[in-house]
């Protein structure tokens, strides 16, 4: 039994290490001179570190500094709003009833629906006329209305027992209150899962960025980095170097928050 | 309870509903109603003078034969969703069983999902270097004297983009997998020990089945996720080589701003709904041949 458990875990082990293999790659390479870029067998320990090309990429006119600042902005406004206005919808979608209720949910769900595509260029139009297109806004102001945050949170909500807030209506209490006094701090689990999701999401946007965002100064990383190699594409070791730091703030918040990752998604989608 | 408790439920509904609705109409309801508007109009970017055209850019659409490229660049890129969900499955079947570090082998594989975005587009694409990268270097070695050109060549860059998708979408659906895996009560699989079936026929006829409401969500979600990304698809190809890699959410997104054929990319993005529609429709028709609530 050991035996075979022993060898499935080393079996899995090598495939899981395949999974992340191109990272492993990237870091590599982002270290390595050019001439050992494409050497096979790939030579993984680079003969020396070579710090320039993160040097390059951190310092200079084009910063990831800046864009760094740029998606922190976007990514943590958004993220705070998107939670928190979810909560407060699926918190009305879910204990309170009235008419009007599923009707309303229906809509959500069709627009769940609607590809992105088809709202590039009317929100494009109207942001131009209200004067937020090419600024930050046209990025966060969307970005705090996610209808995914609504319907896990409603799930949520759903599996906490009605006893409690009919033994708080009886105490005299009302929604306000037991949304803020109860179901929101036991939803902290559920919170911080959707925050975690939402940043991920925000921070690793590029389609938004791409169609919103013309001026340079307000880039976001993934723009930055696709400046950045479009400026340097004979530089393999500088593209792997922007590569890098695109990626390592999302694998700090992985390695984090990994726990409430894994069981958000799994918990919205088994159950939802 | 009467009509004033009703009342007064409404409008404590509302009051939680409507911050969030107010965003929901005015960046999904109201662009998608004036999108529909501007499939009929002839708008041109920054253009003052806008026609109405009436069903002039449908006309086109049915006579563009990049719109039927990029219909089939769509499916070939679609295919990757089964794939992945039949690789994520017999991933999530292994790990579920007794392994060592099991939570370390979930984040491995996991990965790549978090890290979405250009960042691996451009990681990807120097592994696929077809002279010099590290893959074909690989398959070089093993004995392949031609190995494919991958993003380079017009017949294999889809199918390139398919491997770095399946990559992708790996982690996400072994996830759902787990959970779906442990909520399979053990009853179930001892009586089908005891009546003397083992391994792959637990698996097929038992396990197969019993998930089958979990496939087919990761199935519709997979393939109305992936018919709607472009981002990776931009960022490596740009659509090419030749019109290769032109799905029809990129063809949306080059008419509209790269075009700024806004009125023809709003008709476009109509029949990447209609297409989205339909693989749902289809679905649930489907779905009551092999999904077992």
């Known amino acids: 039994m050991t035996v075979t458990k022993t060898l499935v875990t080393f079996i899995m082990l090598i495939l899981g290490i395949l999974m992340v293999v191109p990272f492993l790659w990237m870091i590599s390479t982002s270290f390595k001179t050019p001439a050992e870029v494409f050497e096979y067998p790939i030579r993984w320990i680079p003969s020396t570190l070579q710090w320039d090309h993160h040097i390059k990429v951190w310092t200079g006119d084009k910063s990831f500094g800046t864009y760094y600042l740029n998606s922190l902005k976007i990514s943590i406004i958004s993220t705070i709003g998107a939670t928190f206005l979810s909560a407060f919808a699926a918190y009305g979608f879910s204990r309170i009833e009235f008419k009007g209720r599923n009707a309303m949910f229906l809509v959500y769900i069709s627009m769940m629906m609607v590809p992105p595509q088809v709202l590039f260029v009317p929100k494009f139009i109207m942001f131009e006329w209200a004067g937020i297109y090419n600024t930050h806004w046209a990025l966060i102001l969307p970005g ?129 | 309870m009467g009509n004033n408790w009703m009342r007064r439920q409404r409008m404590l509904g509302y009051l939680f509903i409507g911050p969030n609705m107010i965003g929901v109409i005015l960046f999904f309801v109201i662009p998608a109603v004036y999108s529909f508007f501007l499939m009929f109009t002839d708008y041109k970017f920054m253009s003052p003078d806008v026609h109405m055209v009436g069903l002039d850019n449908v006309k086109r659409l049915f006579h563009d034969e990049i719109f039927y490229k990029a219909i089939q660049n769509t499916l070939v890129f679609l295919l990757a969703v089964p794939a992945s969900i039949f690789l994520s499955f017999l991933v999530a079947l292994v790990l579920n069983q007794s392994v060592y570090i099991k939570s370390t082998l979930r984040a491995l594989f996991f990965m790549p999902y978090i890290t979405s975005g250009v960042a691996i587009a451009f990681v990807w694409m120097l592994l696929f270097q077809p002279k010099e990268g590290p893959i074909n270097a690989f398959l070089r070695m ?119 054929e806004m009125g023809y990319a709003a008709t476009i993005s109509w029949a990447l709904f209609f297409i989205i529609l339909l693989i749902t429709v289809v679905q649930w028709i489907g779905q009551k041949r092999w999904v077992h609530y």
Do not use: C
């Open chain 1, 144 to 272: 705090m209305f996610t209808i995914f945050g609504v319907f896990m949170l409603r799930q949520f909500f759903l599996s906490v027992p009605h006893e409690i807030s009919e033994a708080a209506f009886i105490d005299g209490a009302g929604h306000l209150r037991i949304f803020f006094n109860l179901v929101l701090p036991l939803a902290k689990p559920a919170l911080a899962t959707l925050a975690i999701i939402d940043f991920s999401w925000h921070w690793n946007d590029y389609e938004n960025a791409l169609v919103f965002l013309i001026d340079e100064k307000l880039y976001t990383v993934p723009l930055g980095l696709q400046n950045f190699i479009l400026e340097n594409n004979v530089d393999y070791n500088g593209m792997m170097a922007a590569a890098t730091a695109g990626i390592i703030p999302m694998i700090i918040v992985f390695l984090i928050g990994q726990r409430f990752i894994i069981q958000g998604i799994s918990s919205a989608a088994v159950k939802g």
């Open chain 2, 142 to 260: 093993i004995g392949i004297e031609h190995p494919p050109g991958w993003l380079s060549t017009t017949d294999t860059s889809m199918y390139a983009i398919d491997i770095i998708w399946v990559w992708f979408m790996l982690g996400y659906n072994m996830i759902i997998y787990l959970a779906a895996l442990q909520e399979i009560s053990t009853d179930l699989l001892e009586a089908a020990k005891m009546d003397g079936a083992r391994g792959w026929r637990v698996i097929r006829h038992i396990v197969w089945p019993l998930v089958s409401p979990t496939t087919f969500l990761l199935l519709i979600t997979g393939l109305i996720m992936t018919i709607k990304t472009f981002g990776i698809i931009q960022a490596i190809t740009q659509g090419g080589p030749g019109n290769s890699t032109t799905i029809l959410s990129l063809f949306v997104y080059q008419n509209a701003f790269r075009y700024y």
